[in-house]
């Protein structure tokens, strides 16, 4: 089934009473988080992959800041206005050379072979993520956006996400070994780990990031 433009995914509710009841911690993030807020997709394939290579490795602000720059000159983000727009333009909004060769050769791609995306949704979470790494300048952490924020998928831990991480530690108190506690305490949260993520991620930055 396809998912709609702008509505909350299926299991929004269900997982929130689920993590609520399941882990004290997340309870008090999810009461603290206003309830008109939720995981959603408001943007194609193509721009959901973008927003995420322009927001690799610096921060909301910044990444919002150069979409912006983007959008005013270039109108619309699309693969073909991507395509075609001059390297110099893409520099002046901010984007790093490396950034615009990934989102050149991505373009490229949705120009001249659309079908490499098309099965997607049809695809288990691991597998999108394979597929999508083939691609230049997309890696797990992209990969995982696009599975969030586009496939609106329910169970994706971002361990690649800084800002995700800080909080867990902040949030739990996390010691050595990182990784190893924060996946310990994500496995209370199956099949719901990306709603969890979500109201984690409204303790850094209250207005909702989209990609």
């Known amino acids: 089934m396809a998912i ?5 995914p299926i299991y929004w509710n269900k997982a929130k009473k689920f993590l609520i009841k399941t882990d004290p ?15 959603t997709r408001n943007c194609s ?17 910044a990444a919002a800041s150069i979409s912006k ?8 983000i699309s693969p073909h206005n991507i395509y075609k727009t001059k390297n110099n333009i893409l520099k002046k909004c901010g984007l790093s050379r490396q950034k615009i060769s990934y989102i050149k050769e991505l373009s490229d791609i949705f120009v001249h072979q659309p079908s490499y995306f098309y099965q997607l949704p049809k695809l288990n979470d691991q597998q999108v993520i394979n597929k999508l790494s083939n691609l230049k300048g997309i890696g797990e952490w992209t990969a995982q956006m696009y599975l969030i924020f586009q496939l609106n998928r329910s169970n994706i831990i971002p361990l690649g996400d800084l800002g995700f991480i800080n909080s867990m530690i902040k949030l739990y108190k996390i010691k050595k070994p990182i990784t190893k506690n924060i996946l310990k305490i994500a496995n209370r949260w199956s099949p719901y780990k990306t709603v969890a993520v979500w109201h984690i991620w409204r303790i850094i930055d209250a207005d909702v990031v989209q990609y």
């Open 4 to 8: 709609k433009y702008n509505s909350k």
């Open 25 to 39: 911690v997340i309870k008090q993030v999810i009461i603290n988080t206003s309830a008109k807020y939720y995981l």
């Open 45 to 61: 394939s193509f721009e959901t992959l973008i927003n995420a290579i322009v927001g690799q490795q610096i921060s909301v602000a």
């Open 69 to 76: 720059k983007i959008r005013y000159n270039i109108k619309r």
